[in-house]
């Protein structure tokens, strides 16, 4: 009996075993086929991204020719043609130059210096052939606590940067102007004056257009803003610190650039924020401009591109309006406001009849790379058709993600152009 009960014993534990085994193997085999099914999900999706990355590669260079394509061409041919007689100016112009609070953390440096160049590495090289380069300087640079929020002061070092990277003409007409007083406007001019800055769009001194000859050519800059930050609590002498536009101002500001210049640029900060439809006011300025002759309007404010068109004045030259070229550098963290422009002009001085006409207008699209509070250089502007083509290409100088977002504002940029 005894015997029977230890081979029964014998027989279970024998079955136990084989179940077991039985379990094992399928379980392995489950498992290996759940491994095999995700190597071949994961080899489909790294095909269909390939096969992705092949078509959007071909479509870049098409894209790309084709933004703002019909906004260039309506420039006629007659102010295209260069003869040995005329003289042709080039000029560039970037966005607001903003400094938040990140951008000022990640340039502070150990022994509480501050070091902003490599956020701006890589942009001399689309401004490097221009004889004048604009922006407007969207912070001022006084003795008080730096910030970077509704009230803006930046170190001085953010100046250096930038005229380092090639930018030497900037507007002080925004809404952050006299954040600090007339005393905070008139420390940033001077301090930006010493550096070697040409600064326009102050009202301290009794004339408020800057003219810059180049080649030849008398450049005449004017430059207004909307209005400015927390105005209800601003004096009357801070409000007159600053060129806030009004048709009475302008006009007198172009009368006497026609009278001393051969041309004249507007540098208008203006519009809403975050939109890239150009508001009603912003298209009655530009009217009244154009009807006045000036040449070129240039616009910052929204932090996002906006269109730009060619119109006709009443001599049937052409205009360039451009009304946004959203920011040259922030920390704004909406994808949009990371899509910006840098704006390159040719100006024709005609050595027949000493009238300067428009003659090219070409861009470089830029994005602002955040590379993540962790990052060494947590911000890097960088040429977005260049970098997407390179990943596009094998070359991962990016994530995906980031070229999945150069995608997209390149994306925008073209439908921007379809804006009526």
Excluded at 104 to 117: G, H, P, Q, T
Excluded at 347 to 363: A, F, M, P, Q, T
Excluded at 375 to 392: S, V
Excluded at 396 to 411: A, N, P, Q
Aim: aromatic share 8%; glycine share 6%; net charge negative.
């Amino acid at each position: 009996m005894a015997n029977d009960r230890r081979k029964n014993k014998r027989k279970i534990t024998r079955v136990k075993d084989l179940l077991t085994m039985k379990n094992f193997l399928i379980i392995v085999g489950i498992l290996l086929l759940i491994i095999f099914i995700s190597i071949g999900i994961m080899a489909y999706r790294n095909y269909q991204d390939k096969q992705l990355l092949a078509r959007q590669k071909e479509e870049l260079n098409k894209q790309i020719d084709a933004i703002f394509t019909e906004t260039l061409n309506t420039i006629a041919e007659t102010n295209q043609e260069v003869s040995n007689r005329d003289t042709v100016v080039r000029l560039s112009a970037v966005g607001d130059i903003l400094c938040g609070d990140e951008m000022i953390n990640d340039a502070k440096n150990v022994d509480n210096s501050y070091n902003f160049e490599p956020m701006f590495k890589n942009i001399s090289t689309f401004i490097d052939r221009s004889d004048l380069v604009l922006g407007t300087m969207e912070t001022t640079f006084t003795n008080a606590s730096f910030s970077g929020g509704r009230r803006s002061n930046s170190p001085r070092e953010l100046a250096m940067a930038v005229q380092k990277a090639g930018i030497n003409l900037v507007s002080l007409a925004h809404n952050h102007a006299v954040d600090y007083g007339v005393s905070g406007l008139q420390d940033t001019k001077k301090y930006l004056e010493e550096m070697g800055y040409d600064t326009v769009g102050d009202n301290l001194e009794e004339n408020t257009v800057l003219i810059k000859e180049a080649k030849g050519i008398k450049i005449a800059f004017l430059a207004y803003t909307y209005g400015l930050n927390d105005v209800e609590s601003k004096t009357t002498n801070e409000i007159n610190a600053v060129n806030i536009f009004s048709e009475e101002k302008a006009l007198a500001d172009i009368e006497y650039a026609k009278q001393n210049a051969d041309t004249i640029c507007v540098l208008m900060h203006w519009g809403d924020m975050y939109s890239t439809e150009v508001s009603d006011e912003q298209r009655n300025i530009a009217d009244f401009l154009v009807e006045n002759g000036v040449t070129l309007i240039i616009g910052t404010h929204p932090a996002v591109v906006q269109p730009m068109e060619i119109r006709q004045n009443k001599d049937g030259e052409n205009v360039l309006v451009a009304y946004s070229l959203g920011n040259f550098c922030s920390s704004i963290a909406e994808d949009n406001s990371k899509v910006e422009l840098i704006l390159n002009i040719e100006l024709r001085k005609s050595g027949e009849d000493g009238k300067v006409y428009l003659r090219k207008v070409d861009y470089t699209p830029i994005y602002m790379l955040d590379n993540g509070s962790s990052a060494e250089n947590r911000y890097e502007l960088i040429d977005m058709k260049n970098t997407a083509l390179q990943y596009a290409s094998g070359n991962e100088v990016i994530s995906r993600e980031t070229y999945d977002k150069l995608i997209s504002g390149l994306d925008l940029l073209d439908n921007l152009l379809k804006q009526e």
